[in-house]
């Protein structure tokens, strides 16, 4: 299928490993122009080169962290006028107990999972706005709709950009802006691995077996962990020319774990 967005030009914020850079992979296949951000260089660069080398498309990659100031000024610096943006940010450390969580995590959380990605919109839909065309897609987490104590550093901030999205995108959508969020569940991240990996230490179970119990615990219905490409697939569908009536809207891709309607 073809989504309509080749030439187009995407940043993908947050794009050098997991779920960033299976959307990154997905524009990509697309024909998509991408400028890839991320604080680690080297594995950004490579990223970037990997992207390349598999789809023929051009990646400008910038080292930029998006929740501060200067990491924002980089990234317009690059492109200022991009036709597609995807925002994700690496996952705060896993909750076990909440009376461990400090003023310093919450201030964290806030400037990465709200404030950065709030800036990027603010500054980017005004010039969609006035082109007539524009995608933005943030990749949350589930727990944004479906608190889950783990992620209780992730998921307030994110619940708050979800009505900062359903505000704005009513707004834009008279223009051709399309805004909508994406809500993973359990993907085979390096950074869900590394959380399994610890888990298992602890129990003296490997990583399949750690899978196993950790499916078991949350009880998800395809049996297995979504990936990378699961939810680049998804996202670069949002980002499409098809897209166009889909407006803020939160779409959680979990494997069915939820259990909600709506």
Not at 35 to 42: D, N, T, V
Not at 72 to 99: E, G, K, Q, W
Request: proline share 4%; with cysteine; aromatic share 6%.
């Amino acid at each position: 299928m073809d989504l309509g967005i080749r030439g187009k030009k995407a940043i993908v914020a947050g794009g050098s490993a997991g779920m960033g850079k299976g959307s990154a992979l997905a524009l990509a296949e697309e024909g998509v122009e991408l400028f890839l951000s991320a604080r680690g260089e080297e594995r950004l660069h490579s990223a970037a080169r990997e992207i390349t080398d598999w789809t023929g498309a051009k990646v400008t990659p910038v080292v930029a962290d998006h929740s501060t100031e200067q990491g924002r000024a980089a990234l317009i610096a690059a492109c200022p006028d991009p036709d597609i943006m995807v925002i994700t940010i690496s996952p705060p450390t896993p909750v076990f107990d909440y009376n461990a969580i400090s003023v310093e995590d919450w201030r964290d959380s806030v400037e990465t999972g709200l404030i950065g990605p709030v800036e990027l919109m603010r500054h980017y839909t005004a010039g969609m706005a006035e082109r007539g065309w524009g995608r933005i897609v943030n990749i949350g987490t589930v727990a944004a709709k479906y608190p889950l104590d783990m992620r209780l550093l992730s998921g307030p901030a994110r619940s708050a950009l979800v009505n900062y999205t359903a505000v704005i995108s009513r707004q834009l959508a008279q223009h051709g802006v399309v805004i909508n969020n994406v809500l993973p569940g359990m993907i085979a991240t390096e950074g869900l691995f590394d959380i399994l990996d610890k888990q298992g230490e602890q129990l003296n179970l490997d990583r399949e077996a750690m899978t196993e119990k950790f499916l078991q615990f949350f009880d998800i219905p395809t049996r297995c962990l979504g990936d990378a490409d699961d939810v680049g697939q998804l996202v670069a569908m949002l980002c499409s020319k098809a897209a166009r009536f889909t407006v803020g809207q939160n779409l959680v891709i979990d494997g069915g774990m939820a259990r909600g309607m709506f």
